[in-house]
């Protein structure tokens, strides 16, 4: 299908008059999305918890009703993840290490950031620097292509600094994700 981007606005816009259904859906998706955004001046919490409903209600029908399709989504997902969990591709380490500057300048800047949360975001994000800058320093110093996986693979000293950094990155998520329930039940509650 080698359609241009109007090309493809065009066969969207066939389809959404091509049938009452298409018609209906496009009715109820305005409908809620102006509900929630005249909520937004609002505030009403019960106008709130019904849109919350009726997003994980379509997500549980999906479930239900596309139990095949749920379950080979999820497994390519799990493939897609073990795959570059033991082939890991230079590309996603590039933009990991994009996020962890990311992460690192919002660290810096952040007020609201308690100081141990801090001292922890710099460990790690200095780690991950230390061994992306020795990623690039070993490609460099081997003279290995970077968009050439096959090569980086059989160099067991990269591939491993790679390796060792999307578990620290995946440690240093479940600690942030863990920390901030935390701190919401311990707001919650105290």
Known sequence: MNLSLVGRLRVIFKYISSSYLSIETLLLSLLLFLILVVNLKRDNKMVQMIGIGIYIGFVIGILISYGSYVKTCFDSFVK???????????????????????????????????????????????????????????????????????????????????????????????????????????????
């Not at 500057?101 to 994000?125: A, E, Q």
């Not at 998520?173 to 509650?189: D, H, M, P, S, V």
């Open 80 to 190: 897609a993840i073990m795959n570059y969990i033991y082939f890991p591709s230079t590309i996603v380490y590039f933009f990991i290490i994009i996020f962890v500057t990311t992460m690192i300048l919002w660290t810096l800047f952040s007020k609201r950031l308690p100081k141990f949360k801090k001292l922890v975001n710099y460990l790690f994000f200095s780690i991950l620097y230390y061994f992306f800058m020795s990623f690039i320093s070993l490609a460099a110093y081997d003279g290995v292509d970077l968009v050439n996986t096959e090569i980086l693979y059989q160099n067991d000293t990269i591939l491993s600094l790679v390796q060792i950094s999307n578990f620290l990155l995946l440690i240093w998520l479940i600690f942030t994700g863990f920390y901030w329930l935390y701190k919401y039940f311990q707001k919650r509650y105290d």
